[in-house]
């Protein structure tokens, strides 16, 4: 199977978590439109979604879903989306689609996280894929200095020749190099650095499930 109808089908999957008639948290990225597309499908038995990003959120109105802003909502039974790499603890990289901070507000509302991503996304040691971590503009050369003495080699990710700039007016340096063996204290040590707004390390609150899709099939992974 290609990777995108490895996509398509932990989707399809995902969509068994859906609370009728409750809110739906939606990620960004490659594999979350899959699940968008599929959860247009029950359209009539959703209340409403709360986006992480503009772009889900304009693919989401696009199909006819009602946005809620997330400071008018109180609670959520699932937040569904994608990562760039997973470990069988449940710990996440995310950040690939720039959107790396509202995931995780979005995901910290939520009472269930719940992770789709085809096979090729589960490691043993995060660190393969270039974390993200999203800073205040002002501080992208300092906050790279400081990353590159804790063990990466953090470049700014850079759009037609320019800095990318995220939903939230900031950039992204993206660490190159590392091993995290220790997801949480890395985690913890990166937020705390200065002109840091959030690194794309999910594992102080990771996934409670992980929708894995391979060539046997689609695997569930609880954590």
């Known amino acids: 199977m290609t990777q995108d109808e490895l996509k398509l089908e932990v989707a399809k999957a995902a969509i068994a978590y859906v609370v009728e008639n409750e809110i739906v948290g939606v990620g960004t990225g490659s594999t979350a439109n899959f699940f968008i597309d599929e959860l247009a499908k029950i359209k009539d038995k959703v209340k409403a979604t709360v986006a992480s990003s503009e772009a889900t959120a304009a693919r989401l109105r696009a199909h006819g879903f009602e946005v809620l802003d997330l400071n008018d909502v109180t609670s959520m039974p699932v937040y569904i989306d994608g990562a760039d790499e997973i470990t069988a603890s449940g710990a996440m990289i995310k950040g690939g689609g720039a959107a790396l901070t509202r995931e995780k507000i979005v995901a910290s509302v939520a009472q269930k996280f719940i992770c789709i991503a ?106």
Request: proline fraction near 5%.
């Open 118 to 223: 085809d096979g090729s996304k589960q490691v043993e040691t995060l660190g393969k894929f270039p974390l993200p971590v999203e800073v205040i503009p002002m501080s992208h050369a300092v906050v790279a200095r400081k990353l590159n003495a804790i063990g990466g080699e953090a470049k700014l990710r850079l759009k037609d020749g320019k800095p990318l700039v995220t939903d939230n007016g900031n950039y992204i340096l993206d660490v190159h190099g590392m091993q995290i063996t220790d997801p949480v204290a890395t985690e913890a040590a990166i937020n705390n650095i200065v002109g840091v707004v959030t690194v794309g390390l999910f594992a102080a609150q990771g996934a409670n499930v992980c929708l894995l899709g391979t060539a046997e099939g689609v695997k569930t992974l609880q954590f």
